[in-house]
């Protein structure tokens, strides 16, 4: 004789109500759809507003940097009639762009190379060694960051002069190396400490030396933190002015943001200011292009010690 059975009750997810029959209540779900929908909607339009807000002053400046003149105030929201090449060309050689342009590439270029190659040999020993006065150091660096720059300027001033690097591009590459060492060592000393213990103790069982563990082995495995860390120092470098407005004084060694201000400063008497936007333009470029190159690798390695 055979028998019925009833099947088995389906488990229920916690904190789901069930009905009679031991199946998870559909209709108890739904309020919670609701309002993850709803959330969803208002965060996705605060970050449409929030695009809205960036991309819309830098499409304008754009825009503007191929008009004329005359169509700068008279149409200042309407596109442009024709494109005026010449504005870019005129602020290139006769504003010496070019000339700004090579000797900020100089001093970010060595100031960032000094900065990450030093920065990640002193994080890696503050993250991976103890020794004493390991915490005292840590937080020396962390100091540098809440000191204000604005305090170290007068005797930064005498200590670059002083020294024979007034007026130079090495002696400006020196002055941002150590304005960025702060920020460089906090970020990567928290990177390393992610990073797995046993890949380096295995390099040492084979005989590998500290220098050959870090540069060969452990730096290749930090590349997501260094890219991070990288781009920050890159968009604090290249917008710098107060650093080499200072210890800068050379007409011919005058970085980016000195010769956007001294084209800026020439507009009462000239009135170029569709060759002020071609400059703003040049200027914003190699910071948008090195974030959206690495836009991935700037979030992974944010994210990576979360992930862990």
Excluded: C
Excluded at 174 to 194: E, H, K, M, N, Q
Excluded at 226 to 237: K, M, P
């Amino acid at each position: 004789m055979k028998t019925t059975e009833t099947p088995a009750p389906v488990p229920a997810e916690s904190g789901v109500p069930v009905t009679k029959t031991g199946a998870p209540d559909g209709n108890a779900a739904k309020p919670k759809k609701k309002e993850g929908s709803v959330l969803n909607v208002f965060s996705h339009g605060m970050l449409i507003l929030w695009a809205f807000m960036v991309v819309l002053p830098l499409a304008w400046a754009v825009m503007t940097s191929f008009k004329s003149d005359s169509a700068i105030f008279s149409s200042p929201w309407a596109l442009p009639d024709k494109l005026h090449f010449d504005n870019w060309a005129r602020a290139w050689t006769d504003a010496n762009m070019s000339d700004y342009f090579f000797n900020t590439i100089l001093v970010v270029a060595g100031s960032l190379i000094g900065t990450l190659v030093l920065g990640s040999m002193a994080a890696y020993v503050l993250a991976r060694f103890d020794f004493p006065g390991n915490r005292f150091i840590y937080f020396l660096f962390i100091g540098g960051m809440s000191f204000p720059i604005m305090l170290a300027l007068v005797p930064l001033f005498y200590v670059v002069n002083n020294m024979g690097l007034l007026n130079t591009i090495h002696g400006l590459i020196l002055v941002y190396i150590a304005y960025s060492l702060p920020f460089t060592v906090f970020f990567l000393t928290a990177f390393f400490r992610t990073l797995p213990t046993s890949v380096a103790e295995a390099a040492f069982v084979d005989g590998a030396s500290h220098t050959r563990t870090f540069f060969q082995i452990m730096l290749p495995m930090a590349k997501p933190g260094l890219i991070s860390v990288g781009i920050f120092n890159f968009l604090g470098q290249w917008n710098q002015y107060m650093l080499p407005t200072v210890l800068n004084t050379d007409p011919d060694k005058r970085v980016l943001t000195q010769g956007l201000v001294q084209l800026a400063a020439s507009q009462g008497y000239k009135g170029d200011w569709s060759g002020l936007f071609a400059g703003l333009v040049m200027a914003m470029l190699p910071v948008l292009g090195a974030y959206i190159v690495f836009q991935r690798q700037v979030v992974q390695g944010l994210t990576a010690g979360a992930l862990k």
